[in-house]
């Protein structure tokens, strides 16, 4: 029989493990996947900085996204993420919301 201890310990190795294999948004601020690269990969809201707007990638490991033209994440999503992406031109979304 396992004691709660134990259950609260595999219950956050597992959580940890999890957030390890998170999907990505990696932006960058320039064309071309140029520039100094942003990964954005919380849970739940990431707002994109200004200046990082040049490109983007998108690595689908199982968890969605959804990218939104407001920041916050606020009104209805302009695009939504279910596998890898890339774009190497300007993009206008402002956040991206990560389903974990």
């Known amino acids: 029989m396992l004691t709660v201890g134990a259950l609260t310990a595999a219950a956050l190795a597992l959580t940890s493990q999890a957030a390890a294999f998170a999907s990505d948004f990696i932006v960058y601020p320039g064309a071309g996947f140029s ?3 942003l990964d ?16 983007y990638q998108f690595q689908y490991t199982g968890q969605t996204a959804a990218a939104y033209n407001s920041p916050n994440a ?14 190497d031109t300007p993009f206008g ?8």
């Open 93 to 100: 979304w402002q956040s991206v919301w990560i389903q974990c």
């Open 35 to 37: 520039g100094q690269a």
């Open 74 to 87: 606020k009104g209805v999503a302009a695009f939504r993420f279910s596998s890898d992406a890339a774009q």
């Open 40 to 55: 954005l990969n919380a849970c739940g809201l990431n707002n994109i900085p200004a200046g990082y707007h040049g490109s």
